[in-house]
């Protein structure tokens, strides 16, 4: 599932290409953004990108998900960072799913942050379709997501991405005593 976090509107568009071409200006010439697996030495950046998101610094939860999908041997889990400059500047995590729904197995997409200075540059763009390249190495030929139903930053990224509605919807009710 993609993790929900209280975002901004996503504002509009006029505005944010203004901002981008201001900041890509001041950056000129921008330096390079290498996408690579997640390292343990990363996970101080990572939880600090995650912190500026959720405003909740959630160690122990990290280091459990580094476990489970930082090891490159198993090509099914994807943790993969962005760097540039020698500094973590964004993530994304997922995992290939057996027959979730009755359906083939495919590929999740569950976690996608960029650090705030580093956004509307395209380095999710990268991280996603790094993503999507292990997915098809695994074999699988579909990607899925679960998102807030109001967080329109998040749902215009993935609409950009040309991920479209599903066949399948959620569904939940509380477990009370
Ligand atoms: C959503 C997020 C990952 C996008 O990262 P990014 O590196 O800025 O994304 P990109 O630069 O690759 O943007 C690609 C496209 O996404 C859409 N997009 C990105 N940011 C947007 C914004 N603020 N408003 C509207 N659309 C936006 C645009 O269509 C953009 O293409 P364009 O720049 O040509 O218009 C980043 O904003 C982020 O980390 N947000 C907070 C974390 C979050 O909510 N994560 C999701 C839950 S896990």
């Given amino acids: 599932m993609t993790r929900v976090s209280p975002q901004a509107s996503a504002g509009n568009a006029p505005a944010r290409r203004r901002a981008a071409a201001t900041r890509a200006v001041a950056d000129a010439p921008a330096d390079p ?65 057996d027959w979730e729904f009755g359906a083939p197995p495919c590929g999740w997409v569950f976690a996608i942050d960029v650090a705030p200075e580093f956004r509307l540059g395209g380095i999710a763009t990268r991280l996603l379709r790094a993503l999507c390249v292990a997915f098809r190495r695994s074999g699988v030929r579909k990607l899925r997501t679960i998102l807030a139903r109001d967080n329109t930053l998040i749902l215009s990224f993935f609409r950009s991405q040309g991920m479209m509605t599903g066949p399948f919807m959620p569904l939940e009710m509380d477990l009370d005593a």
């Fill in 33 to 97: 953004v290498v996408v690579r697996p997640v390292r343990r030495a990363d996970l101080d950046q990572v939880i600090e990108i995650d912190a500026s998101v959720t405003g909740v610094e959630k160690r122990s939860y990290w280091l459990s998900i580094l476990r489970r999908y930082g090891d490159v041997e198993r090509p099914e889990r994807q943790f993969l960072v962005a760097e540039t400059n020698g500094r973590v500047v964004g993530f994304v995590i997922g995992e290939v799913r």
